[in-house]
């Protein structure tokens, strides 16, 4: 599809800080669009259809998949979430850079569905600094830890089949260096 090369994807393990290096550059660059999500879960407090999430019941998110019109999905807490594919398609045909945050298995789908987007791998320093981050958070029992670090060992085997690598060793150096990488893959000046 045209406009491709002005998709993006980071992806990594839970407590690399994905979410928080996506905030940081989009508060330098707001040109870097987000899309909505479609989700299954009801709408919390203050949040707002097309603008938080789009809110499906299960049954048309099956539909909406089997349509074709989610490029990648997944369930998390019992509830589905996915992203749309008019929301990405859109933006890339108007020549608009778009970031997802998409787990590795489907920033594979993404990459597979259109190869000229740009799958990008975020590291943690180490991997004692990824235990430090998760168990930091205080949110999760030890059992979660647990599990989240056998999903992060698992998932950092695959930072081969990626496009680009970039280490969270702090906020503003990975959000710079995310944003050299996109800057330089779409060919666009920085």
């Not at 603008?51 to 807490?77: K, P, Q």
């Not at 987007?117 to 029992?141: A, H, M, Y």
């Amino acid at each position: 599809m045209k406009g491709e090369k002005y998709l993006f994807v980071v992806s990594g393990p839970s407590g690399v800080g994905k979410d928080s290096v996506m905030t940081k550059l989009r508060a330098a660059h707001p040109e870097i669009e987000k899309t909505v999500s479609a989700t299954t879960r009801a709408p919390r407090a203050g949040e707002a259809e097309g603008v938080n999430y789009y809110y499906r019941t299960e049954e048309e998110f099956r539909r909406m998949v089997e349509a074709g019109e989610i490029l990648e999905s997944n369930c998390f807490n019992h509830h589905y979430y996915g992203t749309l594919k008019s929301e990405v398609e859109k933006r890339m045909a108007a020549g608009k850079m778009v970031l997802l945050n998409i787990d590795i298995h489907g920033a594979a789908n993404i990459k597979w569905l259109y190869p000229g987007s740009t799958v990008i791998f975020l590291l943690p320093p180490s991997w004692e600094v990824l235990e430090q981050r998760l168990r930091g958070r205080g949110t999760d029992s030890e059992a979660d830890v647990a599990n989240r670090l056998a999903i992060a060992r698992e998932e950092l085997g695959h930072a081969g089949e990626f496009d680009a690598w970039i280490v969270n060793r702090d906020l503003d150096q990975a959000a710079a260096e995310l944003y050299a990488e996109m800057v330089r893959r779409a060919g666009q000046p920085e």
